[in-house]
């Protein structure tokens, strides 16, 4: 059974940093494209970053573009958000997703098969 499990998440002022962090089981993250989406209060979800399982090749929106970073420790089998100079407009429920796509995509479809349950990110202006 896949689980992807989010923790990390907290309430920070405008400025600050946290790190995201996607636990996964069942899967090696090595063999998944993992993504990062969000979904703030009354907005549909979107995606904010992923990492390619083939190359390791990323995409991030173009308004965290400079702040975020994704990265993945196969050891650990785990992927992270580092997060920078947080917005109040990046508070959100952060979710992370698996799929079996040679590349990545942002887009919120179908081919992200395996969700976690969120971690909720607060940024206090």
């Known amino acids: 059974q896949v689980q992807l499990v989010e923790s990390g998440g907290g309430l920070v002022q405008t400025g600050g940093s946290l790190r995201l962090t996607c636990a996964a089981s069942g899967i090696t993250v090595d063999d998944r494209s993992i993504g990062w989406f969000r979904r703030a209060p009354g907005k549909g979800r979107e995606g904010v970053s992923c990492i390619s399982r083939i190359d390791d090749s990323t995409r991030y929106l173009d308004s965290v573009k400079g702040r975020f970073t994704i990265s993945r420790d196969a050891a650990k089998n785990t992927v992270y958000l580092q997060m920078n100079n947080l917005k109040p407009e990046d508070t959100a429920v952060y979710y992370c997703?698996?799929?079996?796509?040679?590349?990545?995509?942002?887009?919120?479809?179908?081919?992200?098969?395996?969700w976690g349950q969120g971690t909720q990110v607060t940024v206090s202006s």
């Open positions: 997703a698996a799929t079996e796509l040679v590349g990545c995509t942002l887009v919120d479809g179908p081919v992200y098969v395996d």
